[in-house]
């Protein structure tokens, strides 16, 4: 849902808001369209982190998948990512009292590379995990 929503309604509003309407840096509008962008980046960045971590956990451990990814577990992880990417964009109405920098680095590290991270160190291990399979197989 996240996917969509920035692909066909965030990304190309910015892209209108950016070029055409150019309204004021600091303008209570710029401000509520900043706060969506975070969030839905946010969503979309932690969903993808998520899935990562779904293909490596059916991965690793396929006989124990349904014990370990269970409904509720799914549930309190989908609740996470989103309150996650909500409070990061809440951050935003708080920089008079956070410093400019200090406040969009914590965003970046947050939103990007922590699950830059997480994605690349979970797809380095299914391709360890895959490699060893295909030996046993040879």
């Known amino acids: 849902m996240a996917d969509a929503f920035?692909?066909?309604v965030i990304d190309p509003v910015w892209i209108v808001i950016r070029c055409w309407i150019q309204p004021e840096v600091y303008s209570n509008f710029?401000?509520?369209?900043i706060m969506l962008w975070t969030?839905?980046?946010?969503?979309?960045?932690?969903n993808s982190c998520c899935v990562s971590i779904d293909c490596f956990i059916a991965i690793r451990f396929p006989?124990?998948?349904?014990?370990?990814?269970?409904?509720r577990r799914c549930y309190e992880v989908i609740?996470?990512?989103?309150?996650?990417?909500?409070?990061l964009s809440f951050l935003i109405f708080l920089k008079e009292r956070l410093k400019k920098l200090e406040l969009f680095v914590f965003i970046a590290i947050t939103m990007c590379l922590v699950p830059l991270l997480?994605?690349?160190?979970?797809y380095i291990l299914i391709f360890k995990l895959a490699r060893k399979q295909f030996r046993r197989i040879l």
């Open 63 to 71: 006989f124990r998948y349904q014990d370990i990814l269970t409904k």
């Open 6 to 8: 920035v692909g066909l």
């Open 39 to 46: 969030h839905t980046t946010a969503a979309t960045t932690l």
């Open 118 to 122: 997480v994605v690349c160190f979970c």
């Open 30 to 33: 710029f401000l509520i369209f």
């Open 79 to 87: 609740i996470l990512v989103w309150f996650i990417s909500l409070s």
